[in-house]
């Protein structure tokens, strides 16, 4: 015989469920390529329930990379969005916005030539603490062009062979900004680099070296990836700088085959953020005559081991 309880869960069972709005599930979609996946769902510049903020940082470590279309963040908006993932970093080259000390611009003017980020790296690989994530939304963006690449570096890193990843793992980089943004460098007045944003060493960052692993293990998730990028990465401690060469001009091509990559392409608004502990980027620069204005803010991160 039927008692209280079964009919009570006999009654529950026919409500229609409506999940708390803390416990909704956000729609996280696979991007095309091997990183990537498209968030929709949540306003980031509301506030964000904890249950939320967690799923997209699960995303982000499943998926290396999260893209949150049609979004419109003030930089003080985008700072308190990034701020529910941890402390904010400081780039130590451009001078942040006026709104947000957090907060800098990336912009290519129709007439710039010189396009930053336009080399396989991840972020500031040269810092002692280099950023764990940087999450990047587009303010205005060209009519065509003006993609990021994404490669993966954990599958680039599994796929090699058992005696390359025993090579790799036991080899030390010394890595240093001096190579980009040394007097000398891709960014360097030498070069002819003709910054838009008021751009500057004016902590002497260029002139430091330090000592990371070639191959970098994921403090959260365990994988290893390659971290050793040759825009960043001068040599292999304890190797000549032409036999460190080949093997890190091998890495990065092999790591950055079309196979590992993943194509972002942006539109006015949308908001990206990435894994450096896990992916290289790469900012495309074909789209001259047109500008391209992006707002950046990149989260602290620990030592690489
Ligand atoms: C960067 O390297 O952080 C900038 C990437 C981009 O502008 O697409």
Redesign the pocket.
């Known amino acids: 015989m039927a008692d209280g309880f079964d009919l009570l869960r006999s009654w529950m069972s026919k409500q229609p469920f409506e999940p708390e709005e803390g416990n909704k599930r956000l729609p996280i979609e696979r991007m095309d390529g091997p990183v990537g996946a498209v968030v929709t769902g949540a306003d980031l510049a509301g506030h964000l329930t904890q249950a939320v903020v967690d799923q997209i940082w699960t995303a982000l470590l499943d998926h290396g990379l999260v893209w949150f279309p049609g979004q419109v963040l003030s930089p003080t908006q985008q700072a308190a969005f990034a701020e529910n993932f941890g402390e904010l970093g400081t780039y130590p080259f451009v001078t942040p916005l006026a709104e947000h000390d957090k907060v800098i611009p ?1 912009i ?1 003017e129709p007439e710039t030539k010189m ?4 080399l396989w ?1 991840t ?1 500031t690989s040269y810092l002692p603490e280099p950023p764990s994530v ?1 999450m ?1 939304q587009a303010i205005e963006v060209p009519a065509r062009g ?3 690449l994404f490669a993966d570096m954990a599958a680039a890193f599994e796929s090699l062979s058992t005696g390359m990843e025993k090579m790799l793992l036991g080899l030390i980089g010394v890595y240093t900004a001096d190579m980009v943004h040394g007097e000398t460098g891709a960014y360097s007045a030498a070069a002819g680099a003709d910054h838009p944003m008021d751009y500057g060493d004016k902590e002497g960052v260029a002139e430091r070296c330090v000592e990371h692993p070639i191959i970098r293990t994921h403090p959260e998730t365990g994988r290893k990836s390659i971290f050793a990028g040759s825009g960043h990465c001068s040599h292999i401690k304890g190797m000549r700088r032409s036999e460190s060469k080949v093997i890190l001009d091998w890495l990065n091509a092999y790591a950055t085959k079309p196979e590992f990559v993943t194509r ?1 392409k ?1 539109e006015s608004g949308s908001v ?1 953020m990435w894994d450096n502990r896990r992916v290289f ?4 620069n074909d789209y001259a005559g047109e500008r ?1 204005h ?1 707002h ?1 803010v990149i989260l602290k991160g620990d030592r690489p081991f």
């Open positions: 990336v290519k396009n930053f980020g336009g790296h972020d940087t990047l003006g993609d990021t972002l942006w990206a980027h790469y900012a495309l391209r992006m950046r």
